[in-house]
């Protein structure tokens, strides 16, 4: 903490009294590069950019200079739509935010709106949400190193392949549930919005019981790669005061070595009575990076491990108005997603649709720290620290 | 589980150092004026008892009469939470930014400033984050469509 704080003293001295600085057009000089800096606009349309993202990098040299993302391709207004829908019709366009952990995204919400209307959640349903969010844990973990991996030009494509073996298992699954593969909708205010099938807790325990393998085949696969090594030890560092310091949330901070993870910090669900452990890195490199991911996965395992036999029977919904209309007020409900902490912040006026709702969107603010992570290192490089994040831009542009 | 900063006790310890700063307590959140607001935001993050070193989320409330920044802070270390207010005329809002205190306000203000025009002095880069160069108007004002 001992640097920042010298740094934040020296910023704070400095803030002029004068006119705010409201920019609304880039002035492009043309003639400021010098001989040696070289200006590349990556993105928005490039495979490794996840999405429509864009780096500005500047080079001196080979290595990078600057960085700046530049945002706002996928801009949909999400947060101005929520204030003409009623709570319950919000729930599939949380889908549409980060379409890779979509049950997470439902789960946020409803959570939320929970808290705001005060609501309780039948027991068996806390259970189907805390097996629901671990499926999906390891499902967006796959892709996750999955896509990583392919950044790093691994073999390509061959890892990513494996990955999609078992995370088609896990979409299995969650059709069973629900009828949909990616966008599932299936939360609801004060429960689910259906029973599991029969059929759904057999295939669950066989998948618990083979993915172990899974993983150690990924692990001889990959640990002692060569090429996974040269790419991502020492590369893209975020040191613990700086990922603190920036908001980094989820795997991005553990890696970084800060053990905060919400499901022990701040126990949501029934996240209080399962035995897991939080995984963090040492360095905070993308190496460490992914083996956060690793090891989460196996973690979720653990929890899944515990929660299907402990599943209770009963109600798997509360009633709830078809038109809910919270009292008067504001709540921040959050819960971590695979790729860290999503928060809605609600502020009712007591009609049936939000006054404002405000999405804390985990990958757009573990983003803020990428110009610091890249800033120095090859271009090769800034795409593999950029990967390491796990970014979807369906819920940084919202 | 994480706690909330009892509101009364922090008003009273504020009021002690940065006297007049705080404009309303309630029991969730704590309301301060904007030109005290860097001055309680380094309060809340050095002193040992509060810690405050996390910002969890900033955003902006447009209530037509006046428009309300949202700043939630976690400590890490005592495992608390504080939601933090502060309000701002609608015609001319201004309001200092944090990002010197915690650089995780960066693009959250900057997305605040494009979509409710909120404008946050001292931001280092301040340019709209989602909305393109040269668009007029800020479309989460509640009068914007």
Same mark, same amino acid.
Not at chain 1, 225 to 233: H, W
């Given at each position: 903490?001992?640097?920042?704080?010298?740094? %934040?003293e020296?910023?704070?001295?400095?803030?002029?009294?004068?006119?705010?600085?409201?920019?609304d057009?880039?002035?492009?000089? %043309?003639?400021?590069?010098?001989?040696?800096?070289?200006?590349?606009?990556?993105?928005?349309?490039?495979p490794?950019?996840?999405?429509?993202?864009r780096?500005?990098? &500047?080079?001196?040299?080979?290595?990078?200079?600057?960085?700046?993302?530049?945002?706002?391709?996928?801009?949909?207004?999400?947060?101005?739509?929520?204030?003409?829908?009623?709570?319950?019709?919000?729930?599939?366009?949380?889908?549409?935010?980060?379409?890779? &952990? *979509?049950?997470?995204?439902?789960?946020?919400y409803?959570?939320?709106?929970?808290?705001?209307?005060?609501?309780?959640?039948?027991?068996?349903?806390?259970?189907?949400?805390?097996?629901?969010?671990?499926?999906?844990?390891?499902s967006?973990?796959?892709?996750?190193?999955?896509?990583?991996?392919?950044?790093?030009?691994? /073999?390509?494509?061959?890892?990513?392949?494996?990955?999609?073996?078992?995370r088609?298992?896990?979409?299995?699954?969650?059709?069973?549930?629900?009828?949909?593969?990616?966008?599932?909708n299936?939360?609801?205010?004060g429960?689910? *919005?259906?029973?599991?099938p029969?059929?759904?807790?057999?295939?669950?325990?066989?998948?618990?019981?083979?993915?172990?393998?899974?993983?150690?085949?990924?692990?001889?696969?990959?640990?002692e790669?060569?090429?996974?090594?040269?790419?991502?030890?020492g590369?893209?560092?975020?040191?613990?005061?700086?990922?603190?310091? /920036?908001?980094?949330?989820?795997?991005?901070?553990?890696?970084?070595?800060?053990?905060?993870?919400?499901?022990?910090?701040?126990?949501?669900?029934?996240?209080?009575?399962?035995?897991?452990?939080?995984?963090?890195?040492?360095?905070?490199?993308?190496?460490?990076?992914?083996?956060?991911?690793?090891?989460e996965?196996?973690? /979720?395992?653990?929890?899944?491990?515990?929660?299907?036999?402990?599943?209770?029977?009963?109600?798997?919904? &509360?009633?709830?108005?078809?038109?809910?209309?919270?009292?008067?007020?504001?709540?921040?409900?959050?819960?971590?997603?695979?790729?860290?902490?999503?928060?809605?912040?609600?502020?009712?006026?007591?009609g049936?649709?939000?006054?404002?709702?405000?999405i804390?969107?985990?990958?757009?603010?573990?983003?803020?720290?990428?110009?610091?992570?890249?800033?120095? *290192?090859?271009?090769?490089?800034?795409?593999?620290?950029?990967?390491?994040?796990?970014?979807?831009?369906?819920?940084?542009? @919202? | 589980? %994480?706690?909330?900063?009892?509101?009364?006790?922090?008003?009273?310890?504020?009021?002690?150092?940065?006297?007049?700063?705080?404009?309303?307590?309630?029991?969730?959140?704590?309301?301060?004026?904007?030109?005290s607001?860097?001055?309680?935001?380094?309060?809340?993050?050095?002193?040992?008892?509060?810690a405050?070193?996390?910002l969890?989320?900033? %955003?902006?409330?447009?209530?037509?009469?006046?428009?309300?920044?949202?700043?939630?802070?976690? /400590?890490?270390?005592?495992?608390? *939470?504080?939601?933090?207010?502060?309000?701002?005329?609608?015609? @001319?809002?201004?309001v200092?930014?944090?990002?010197?205190?915690?650089?995780?306000?960066?693009?959250?203000?900057?997305?605040?400033?494009?979509?409710?025009?909120?404008?946050?002095?001292?931001?280092p880069n301040?340019?709209?984050?989602?909305m393109?160069?040269?668009f007029?108007?800020?479309?989460?004002?509640?009068?914007?469509?």
């Open positions: 903490m001992k640097i920042d704080e010298a740094k %934040t020296s910023v704070i001295l400095e803030i002029p009294k004068a006119q705010p600085v409201m920019r057009v880039e002035i492009i000089d %043309t003639d400021a590069p010098g001989d040696d800096v070289f200006v590349l606009n990556m993105g928005p349309q490039h490794s950019t996840h999405g429509v993202f780096m500005r990098v &500047t080079f001196s040299g080979e290595l990078i200079e600057d960085m700046q993302p530049i945002f706002g391709y996928l801009h949909r207004g999400i947060e101005k739509l929520a204030e003409t829908r009623t709570y319950t019709q919000f729930i599939p366009m949380t889908d549409r935010l980060s379409y890779l &952990t *979509s049950m997470a995204n439902n789960h946020a409803v959570v939320a709106v929970e808290k705001l209307a005060g609501i309780e959640v039948p027991e068996r349903a806390e259970y189907i949400r805390v097996i629901m969010n671990e499926l999906m844990r390891i967006s973990h796959l892709m996750a190193v999955g896509f990583f991996l392919n950044d790093l030009g691994c /073999s390509v494509f061959t890892p990513l392949l494996y990955m999609y073996r078992e088609e298992k896990l979409l299995d699954l969650f059709e069973m549930v629900c009828g949909a593969r990616l966008t599932y299936y939360m609801r205010i429960g689910v *919005s259906q029973d599991l029969e059929e759904f807790l057999g295939y669950a325990k066989q998948f618990v019981k083979e993915m172990p393998s899974y993983i150690e085949e990924y692990e001889q696969l990959l640990a790669n060569e090429i996974l090594l040269a790419r991502t030890k590369v893209g560092v975020l040191t613990p005061e700086m990922a603190v310091n /920036s908001s980094a949330s989820g795997p991005v901070l553990r890696a970084s070595g800060i053990k905060w993870d919400l499901r022990k910090a701040d126990p949501y669900s029934l996240y209080d009575r399962f035995d897991f452990d939080v995984p963090v890195g040492e360095i905070g490199d993308n190496y460490d990076r992914y083996r956060v991911r690793i090891e996965m196996r973690q /979720s395992l653990r929890i899944l491990e515990q929660a299907i036999p402990q599943l209770p029977e009963g109600e798997v919904r &509360t009633k709830v108005p078809q038109f809910l209309r919270p009292p008067k007020g504001e709540a921040y409900g959050r819960i971590e997603t695979p790729q860290g902490e999503l928060g809605f912040y609600l502020v009712s006026d007591g049936i649709a939000p006054y404002r709702l405000h804390r969107p985990p990958t757009l603010i573990n983003v803020t720290a990428l110009s610091e992570m890249v800033v120095g *290192s090859l271009l090769a490089d800034a795409i593999a620290t950029f990967g390491s994040i796990d970014v979807c831009l369906g819920e940084i542009d @919202r | 589980m %994480t706690k909330a900063v009892v509101s009364e006790e922090l008003a009273g310890k504020l009021s002690k150092s940065i006297p007049d700063a705080v404009e309303e307590i309630t029991e969730s959140w704590v309301v301060v004026k904007p030109q607001l860097l001055q309680v935001a380094i309060h809340l993050k050095q002193s040992p008892d509060l405050f070193d996390y969890n989320c900033l %955003t902006a409330v447009d209530y037509m009469e006046y428009m309300e920044v949202i700043y939630i802070l976690t /400590s890490m270390k005592h495992n608390h *939470s504080l939601v933090l207010k502060v309000r701002c005329n609608r015609e @001319r809002p201004e200092p930014s944090v990002t010197g205190l915690w650089k995780g306000a960066d693009l959250q203000e900057r997305e605040v400033y494009d979509l409710l025009g909120i404008s946050f002095t001292g931001h301040l340019k709209r984050l989602f393109w160069e040269g007029e108007g800020h479309p989460l004002r509640r009068d914007y469509l």
